[in-house]
Nanobody, 123 residues
Framework: QVRLVESGGGLVQAGGSLRLSCAASGGTFNSYAMGWFRQAPGKEREFVAAITWSHISTSNADSVKGRFTISRDNAKNTVYLQMNSLKPEDTAVYYC????????????????WGQGTQVTVSS
């Protein structure tokens, strides 16, 4: 059983930056692809970014390309989401997720989820 715990959320002004972290435990971290998703009030959970276990390949949603960067440190069992040039429309609860095999941009493909961390961007 993999446990995921997100941290690093908070309130930031538009144009600012935040770095989210997701610490994993209870599994073989470097065998999992990791993803970040977000969910705003009244909206469905949407894909943000994902990374393979080997760092070789990453994927970002069009809405965050050029602004958000996903990375991971397998020695620390941690995946990160660096968010720059934040916009009010980035406001959401951000979740990290893990799955065996290659990453996916579909939430349904992920087996394990964290509890989420709130990101609020003020205008």
């Amino acid at each position: 059983q993999v446990r995921l715990v997100e941290s690093g959320g908070g309130l930031v002004q538009a144009g600012g930056s935040l770095r989210l972290s997701c610490a994993a435990s209870g599994g073989t971290f470097n065998s999992y692809a990791m993803g970040w998703f977000r969910q705003a009030p009244g909206k469905e959970r949407e894909f943000v970014a994902a990374i393979t276990w080997s760092h070789i390949s990453t994927s970002n949603a069009d809405s965050v390309k050029g602004r958000f960067t996903i990375s991971r440190d397998n020695a620390k069992n941690t995946v990160y989401l660096q968010m720059n040039s934040l916009k009010p429309e980035d406001t959401a609860v951000y979740y990290c997720a893990a799955k065996v095999g290659f990453y996916s941009n579909s939430a349904a493909a992920y087996n394990y989820w964290g509890q989420g961390t709130q990101v609020t961007v003020s205008s």
